[in-house]
C-alpha cells in the first residue's frame, strides 16, 4: 500500500527499513517531517492536524502516481498523521527509489512541495494557552509553483 494515512504513531526508522528491503533499488531517499517545537511567535506544545482521510488519499496517491511517472521511480511510499501530535513527534514520511539519486531525491522533493499545499489537511497549533489555525505559506506555493515552471518549455 503506496499510501498511509492514520491517526497511529509512525515509526521512521521501521517503515525506511521495509522501504529498503522491499525496493533495494540503485538509490533511495526518504525524508521524515517532525512536528516543529516553534512557530513565527511562540513555541509550540501540540499540533492538531485535521484531515478528510479518504480525500486525503487520493490526493496523496495522485502525488505519489504523478512523481513516480515524473521522476521514472521504482517505488514510492508516503505515510501521513492526522489527529493531535506532540512537538518532535513524525508526521510525514516519503520514500522514493529510482536508478539515479537525482530522481530519488528530486521525487521526494517534489512529493514533499506539492503535498503542503495540495493535500487536504488543516494544521492547529497549541502554545498551551492558546490554539491557532496555521495559514497557507506563501513561501510553500511558490517552492510549489517552481514545479509548474519547470514543465514549461521555451
Given at each position: 500500500?503506496?499510501?498511509?494515512?492514520?491517526?497511529?504513531?509512525?515509526?521512521?526508522?521501521?517503515?525506511?527499513?521495509?522501504f529498503?528491503?522491499?525496493?533495494?533499488?540503485?538509490?533511495?531517499?526518504?525524508?521524515?517531517?517532525?512536528?516543529?517545537?516553534?512557530?513565527?511567535?511562540?513555541?509550540?506544545?501540540?499540533?492538531?492536524?485535521?484531515c478528510?482521510?479518504?480525500?486525503?488519499?487520493?490526493?496523496?496517491?495522485?502525488?505519489?502516481?504523478?512523481?513516480?511517472?515524473?521522476?521514472?521511480?521504482?517505488?514510492?511510499?508516503?505515510?501521513?498523521?492526522?489527529?493531535?501530535?506532540?512537538?518532535?513527534?513524525?508526521?510525514?514520511?516519503?520514500?522514493?527509489?529510482?536508478?539515479?539519486?537525482?530522481?530519488?531525491?528530486?521525487?521526494?522533493?517534489?512529493?514533499?512541495?506539492?503535498?503542503?499545499?495540495?493535500?487536504?489537511?488543516w494544521?492547529?497549533?497549541h502554545?498551551?494557552?492558546?490554539?491557532t489555525?496555521?495559514?497557507?505559506?506563501l513561501?510553500?506555493?511558490?517552492?510549489?509553483?517552481?514545479?509548474?515552471?519547470?514543465?514549461?518549455?521555451?
Amino acid at each position: 500500500m503506496p499510501v498511509i494515512v492514520t491517526a497511529n504513531a509512525i515509526d521512521p526508522g521501521a517503515l525506511a527499513t521495509e522501504f529498503f528491503r522491499s525496493h533495494p533499488d540503485a538509490a533511495v531517499a526518504t525524508f521524515t517531517g517532525f512536528v516543529r517545537d516553534f512557530n513565527e511567535t511562540s513555541r509550540v506544545q501540540a499540533l492538531f492536524l485535521e484531515c478528510y482521510v479518504e480525500m486525503a488519499g487520493k490526493v496523496l496517491t495522485s502525488l505519489g502516481e504523478g512523481a513516480a511517472s515524473r521522476f521514472e521511480l521504482k517505488a514510492w511510499h508516503i505515510v501521513h498523521r492526522f489527529g493531535t501530535l506532540t512537538a518532535k513527534e513524525p508526521i510525514v514520511f516519503v520514500a522514493t527509489s529510482a536508478d539515479h539519486r537525482a530522481e530519488a531525491f528530486s521525487a521526494c522533493e517534489f512529493i514533499m512541495d506539492a503535498l503542503k499545499t495540495d493535500a487536504p489537511f488543516w494544521k492547529q497549533e497549541h502554545d498551551g494557552a492558546k490554539a491557532t489555525w496555521v495559514s497557507a505559506k506563501l513561501a510553500d506555493e511558490n517552492r510549489r509553483n517552481r514545479w509548474v515552471e519547470e514543465d514549461k518549455t521555451p
